[in-house]
């Protein structure tokens, strides 16, 4: 079955600067990438997802670029701001199972 | 509703004691799903449901947990005879649409029930 790996598991990042998250997946036939985010004592939120058929997506402070032949795909948030301290996890899904393989998450800090 | 409900939002069992939480989906939400989230860890897949059906239910731990979705809406998940180890965020979540489509859409999950197996 899929298995996603998320590294690193803990990022701090000064106010402003920006932020990155990698992932990769073992399932050749995985076709969609969420991104969620967890603030504490909530349900995952999707924040930005990106189908096998683009490279990229971009939305506001927030980009996903997906490299399909190395089975790699990243998060970038720009101009880090307080409110975006969580805990974020990628997560990948293959459309004959429809169930999302999660990876274990990376909690990031924005130091003032 | 606007959103997943599940309920309770915390629950304390003894050990041995069965438990059972309930899952509003979003209304018309064709597929529902069960998460399993242990303290620091990312959501574990339990089972998935397209209307009554249970399509799969591979992630289920142990033959006392058992999941239902009788008339296509809400769902129960019931762990029996509960063991220190079920401890954990169950996570409940809901999309518009089915394997039937071939399309993955957007997942909305709950906010979970914590159960503390003490």
């Known amino acids: 079955g899929e298995n996603v790996e998320q590294h690193p598991s803990t990022l701090s990042v000064q106010e402003g600067d920006s932020a990155v998250i990698k992932c990769t997946y073992s399932?050749?036939?995985?076709?969609?990438f969420p991104w969620y985010k967890q603030e504490l004592g909530k349900g995952p939120q999707l924040i930005i997802d990106i189908r096998s058929n683009v490279g990229e997506k971009k939305d506001q402070r927030i980009a996903v670029t997906l490299n399909k032949t190395a089975k790699h795909f990243s998060l970038h948030i720009t101009e880090t701001q307080p409110e975006d301290s969580a805990v974020y996890f990628c997560a990948a899904s293959i459309a004959r199972d429809d169930k999302i393989i999660f990876g274990k998450g990376t909690r990031l800090h924005i130091l003032p | 509703g606007a959103g997943v409900s599940q309920s309770p939002r915390y629950k304390v069992a003894k050990r041995g004691q069965d438990v059972a939480l309930r899952c509003d989906p979003i209304?018309?939400?064709?597929?529902l799903f069960w998460y399993q989230q242990a303290l620091g860890q990312g959501p574990e897949f339990l089972t998935y449901f397209q209307n009554e059906a249970q399509l799969d239910k591979s992630g289920l731990p142990s033959d006392r947990f058992f999941a239902e979705r009788p008339e296509g809406s809400v769902s129960t998940l019931k762990i029996q005879r509960t063991q220190q180890e079920d401890s954990a965020v169950y996570l409940c979540?809901?999309?518009?649409?089915?394997?039937?489509?071939?399309?993955?859409?957007?997942?909305?999950f709950g906010q979970g029930t914590r159960l503390t197996v003490v």
């Open positions: 209304s018309g939400h064709v597929s």
């Open positions: 979540a809901s999309s518009l649409v089915g394997r039937v489509n071939g399309l993955n859409t957007e997942a909305f």
């Open positions: 399932d050749s036939a995985s076709n969609y």
